[in-house]
């Protein structure tokens, strides 16, 4: 009789335990990440449709020894920030060189300079452009402690494709030279300057600018620069160069030449 009760009972109690036990909330459904995605690679195509920043960075070092004995180094960079209206251009360079041949070093080249210029395109063709430019130069074998420039004119794109560009420039800079041994001379020059980019093919490329200052006190007192390079693409980033820079200056300080010039065979980055 016990037992037909205890099977009996049994099932009962566990539905009656069943019954009474508390419901089991519910989870909250997951809110979709749909939007939080979307937000996200809204975010990373902007930032890689912004204008950046492109150049290359060119390096040389070359050492020798035994009947010559000789250092050099040679550094090269720029970069250019186009936008919508206006136009970033920074260019820099340092060239250092000696000679232990005679068996003392000897300093036979150290010069470094840097130019940042703002371009602002006034027209809706882009075509028309105000400048404002500045600029240090410093040459040692020259007596040139410091060369520096600044000033703004007008500027003129005559075109701007990615494989063919071409831009003149007039305005008025002023200079201030500092010299060793103290002396010192500031004076206004007019400002003309040209700039021009080429593909010659897939891989190769030449580019040249040119700036010349012509005093406006004195119409003996110019200074120029000419730097064209030609460049070899290796590989996506990598390329080779082959460079020519002319500085020229006709009245320069003591019994120094006017004409500085240079050759540079380089390896470079662009980014």
């Known amino acids: 009789m016990l037992a037909g ?15 009474l036990a508390p419901a089991t909330p519910e989870l909250a459904p997951t809110a979709p990440l749909a939007p939080l ?6 975010i990373m195509q902007d930032a890689e449709a912004a204008p950046q920043w492109t150049g290359s960075v060119a390096m040389s070092a070359i050492t020798t020894s035994g009947n010559t004995e000789q250092e050099s180094f040679n550094f090269d ?39 940042l210029k703002y371009d602002y395109f006034v027209n809706e063709a882009e075509t028309t452009y105000l400048f404002a430019n500045t600029g240090a130069e410093y040459d040692a074998l020259a007596d040139l402690d410091l060369r520096a420039k600044f000033g703004g004119g007008l500027g003129y794109q005559f075109w701007e494709k990615p ?7 007039v305005g008025v800079n002023y200079f201030i030279e500092d010299y060793e041994g103290g ?20 891989d190769l490329t030449w580019a040249t600018s040119a700036e010349v200052y012509p005093s406006l006190e004195n119409k003996d007192d110019v200074t120029a620069k000419l730097d064209t390079k030609l460049s070899l693409s290796l590989t996506e980033t ?7 820079v002319m500085d020229y ?23």
């Open 183 to 202: 002396q010192s001379d500031e004076y206004a020059a007019l400002r003309l300057a040209a700039d021009s980019f080429e593909q010659l093919n897939e």
């Open 77 to 115: 960079a720029g970069a250019v920030l186009r936008r919508d209206v206006d136009r970033f251009t920074w260019k820099s360079y340092l060239n250092y060189a000696t000679d232990s041949s005679s068996g003392t070093s000897t300093l036979t080249q150290r010069k470094m300079g840097t130019s």
């Open 238 to 244: 990598m390329f080779s160069s082959l460079q020519y």
């Open 163 to 169: 494989e063919s560009k071409l831009s003149g420039e």
């Open 249 to 271: 200056d006709n009245t320069p300080n003591g019994a120094n030449d006017r004409v500085d010039s240079r050759i540079v065979l380089a390896l470079g980055w662009s980014f």
């Open 5 to 19: 009760t205890a099977l009996y009972s049994a099932p009962m109690i566990t539905a009656l335990m069943i019954a």
């Open 37 to 42: 995605d979307d937000a996200l690679i809204s």
